[in-house]
Each structure stands twice: as structure tokens, then as C-alpha cells.
């Protein structure tokens, strides 16, 4: 396998694993709509390679460490995102189904399944 894909996949599998254990701490999930998680995903690597740095991929990467800091994935503003509209920006974290079940005011049991 020529280098550069190899690379690709090597980051591909760790942004995946970065993306669910994070969706799996703080009660989200991944995107559901498989295209769109693996662009989303693909995004994030090539950042990843790219930059060393797993860069939201719906953000501008401006070259100021302290601007760009901000927009490592997740980026400081998913959870209120989130919170306002269901999804972070780039679609890549959702609300967990029983979070939002709370929030439009039904009776949330557990589900392991999330």
C-alpha cells in the first residue's frame, strides 16, 4: 500500500476512534447518514495530516496557533451547538436520542443502544 494511503487510513482510524469515545463520554453520537460521517471524517484526517492537528473540517485553519486551537475537533463551541440545533456545525456529533427525548419533554428510559 503506497504511503500516503496508508497514512490516510492510519488517520482515518484514529479520528474515528477520537470521535466515539468523545460521542460515547459525553452522551452523543456519530452522524447517522454514512456519507456524510465519512466526509466529515476524511475532512478531519486530511486536517490531521495535513496540519498534525484534527482541525474541524467545516472551519477555516488560519495559520494563528491560538485561532486555530479553538477549532480542534471537537471544537470548543459542539456542545452548544448541540444544544441549539441538535448537531454540531459540521454534523459530525449529534444528541443522543434519550437527550433528545428529554429536551422536547418526553420520558427517557435507558437504551444502551443509543
Known amino acids: 500500500m503506497p504511503l500516503e494511503r496508508r497514512g490516510m487510513q492510519d488517520a482515518l482510524e484514529e479520528v474515528r476512534r477520537r470521535a466515539e469515545r468523545h460521542a460515547a463520554r459525553h452522551g452523543l453520537r456519530l452522524q ?3 456519507a456524510q460521517l465519512d466526509y466529515i471524517l476524511h475532512g478531519l484526517a486530511r486536517n490531521l495530516l495535513q496540519y ?3 482541525y474541524c473540517p ?3 485553519v488560519t495559520g494563528d496557533p491560538d485561532t486555530d486551537r479553538r477549532n480542534i ?3 470548543r463551541t459542539h456542545r452548544e451547538e448541540i ?3 441538535g ?3 459540521c454534523g ?3 444528541r443522543s436520542r434519550n437527550a433528545l427525548r428529554q429536551a422536547q419533554g418526553g420520558v427517557s428510559l435507558p437504551n444502551p443502544g443509543n
Open 52 to 54: 498534525g492537528r484534527p
Open 32 to 34: 447517522s447518514d454514512r
Open 58 to 60: 467545516c472551519r477555516e
Open 87 to 89: 448537531q454540531c456545525e
Open 73 to 75: 475537533c471537537p471544537c
Open 83 to 85: 444544544e441549539q440545533s
Open 92 to 94: 459530525l456529533y449529534v
